[in-house]
């Protein structure tokens, strides 16, 4: 499977990247990077983004994530394996991914749980976090970008 085009030497597409990833980088800190990374491979998952899928469960790898969790992302409500906090950012991620599912958005009941476990600031980070990889997703998937080839650390 080859990408649609070049996106990743595409002068025009690498102005968008630069803005993407300033984004991206900004929101780096509230978090703790494994919930970072949770919320980017579940989003990836539900958009059927195999290279962004492919880098993240490689990056939290990386970062020491447990396979065991990186293996069960996918069915987190039946895993006992994520804490309550990241139980809600999976939420917030599930509900914020499939915004056009619903008519009514992310749920006040996912939002409350949220809120529970994540101050202003972290809330405006996994706001933010699910923006951007839902952005993300949708450039992989609509170039058709091939996943298995991402090295951790590859874009910096």
């Not at 962004?52 to 969790?69: L, N, P, V, Y």
């Not at 906090?85 to 939420?91: D, K, S, V």
Request: hydrophobic share 45%.
């Amino acid at each position: 499977m080859d990408a649609r085009i070049d996106y990743f030497g595409n002068a025009l597409a690498g102005k968008v990247m630069k803005h993407l990833n300033s984004a991206g980088a900004a929101v780096h800190a509230a978090i703790p990077v494994t919930t970072q990374e949770l919320v980017k491979i579940r989003a990836s998952q539900i958009n059927g983004c195999g290279f962004c899928t492919d880098m993240h469960t490689k990056d939290a790898s990386a970062a020491g994530e447990d396979q065991q969790r990186l293996n069960l992302v996918a069915v987190w409500r039946e895993a006992t394996v994520f804490s309550d906090a990241e139980r809600a950012a999976l939420e917030l991620t599930e509900q914020g991914t499939r915004i056009a599912d619903a008519s009514g958005g992310v749920s006040d009941e996912a939002w409350a749980n949220a809120a529970k476990h994540y101050d202003e600031d972290q809330l405006a980070t996994l706001i933010s976090l699910i923006a951007v990889i839902n952005a993300y997703n949708r450039i992989n998937v609509i170039n058709r970008q091939p996943a298995g080839g991402y090295k951790p650390g590859m874009f910096g």
